[in-house]
């Protein structure tokens, strides 16, 4: 039974990755607001689907430069708000990263409709109070499963940035690897918007999974939102565009 349980599991992965990153249909995700104290639960419940558009609008803008054929526009979803918050911390070892998976998809499990949520990315956001000496903890997206866990600002002077921050985490999900080094320098030339700009900084743009503007080698700053973000050919094709 655990042998055939394992079996459907590991199937539905396959599946699942394979059916996503075909992009022959329109990408599906779904936004689980989870609000982190009574401030952001007001916050949370003011949330509009609107809010999230350009996300997909991001993907679609941005596939043209990399695919002959455009990807079908992406289905972005506003959920129910949830109380349940999704198990946190940063692994300190492969075998804490793989326990920590688990216990996520366990939760995604429990907190999502199966049968329905197949096929879909799957969003965790958590809105924090808006605090501007504290950082907030790591976001994560994993692409076995389609889930995402990211954090937030409860407010809508930070809606653009948690726009971007999202997308970055999407962009996990579907196979995308980071591209900024231990400092959060973005790596060039593939963390960078245009490696061919000569001279090679200031850039203009951030590449979405380098996470910043390329000031210089080593100075970056945090794009103001996905207006200046751009996919760049390392991320296309690990998203099989």
């Known amino acids: 039974m655990l042998l055939l ?26 936004i689980y607001p989870i609000a982190m104290d009574e401030t952001s639960t007001a916050f949370v419940g003011k949330l509009r689907v609107a809010d999230f558009q350009e996300i997909g609008a991001f993907l679609a803008r941005e596939a043209p ?11 972005i979803i506003l959920m129910t708000p949830i109380r349940a918050v999704p198990p946190l911390g940063e692994a300190r070892s492969a075998l804490e990263a793989v326990q920590w998976s688990l216990r996520l998809r366990w939760y995604a ?15 965790f956001v958590l809105y924090h109070p808006l605090q501007y000496n504290e950082a907030l903890p790591h976001s994560h997206g ?49 963390g960078v918007a245009d490696p061919n700009a000569s001279p090679p900084y200031p850039q203009y743009k951030a590449e979405i999974m380098g996470g910043r503007v390329a000031i210089a080698p080593n100075r970056a700053e945090i794009p103001r939102g996905l207006e200046e973000a751009v996919i760049g050919y390392a991320t296309a094709a690990e998203i099989s565009w």
């Open 109 to 123: 499990f429990r907190q999502t409709p199966f049968w329905t949520s197949l096929g879909t990315v799957r969003l």
């Open 65 to 75: 430069r990399w695919r002959r054929s455009p990807i079908p526009a992406p289905h």
């Open 142 to 190: 994993l692409q076995k499963g389609l889930l995402g866990v990211v954090h937030v600002f409860a407010s809508d002077a930070q809606r653009a940035q948690n726009n971007f921050v999202m997308a970055h985490e999407l962009l996990h999900t579907l196979g995308a690897t980071d591209k900024y080094d231990a400092n959060g320098q973005p790596l060039y030339p593939i």
């Open 5 to 30: 349980l394992l079996l459907l599991v590991a199937g539905t992965t396959v599946w699942e990755r394979l059916w996503v990153r075909g992009w022959v249909r329109p990408l599906e995700v779904a």
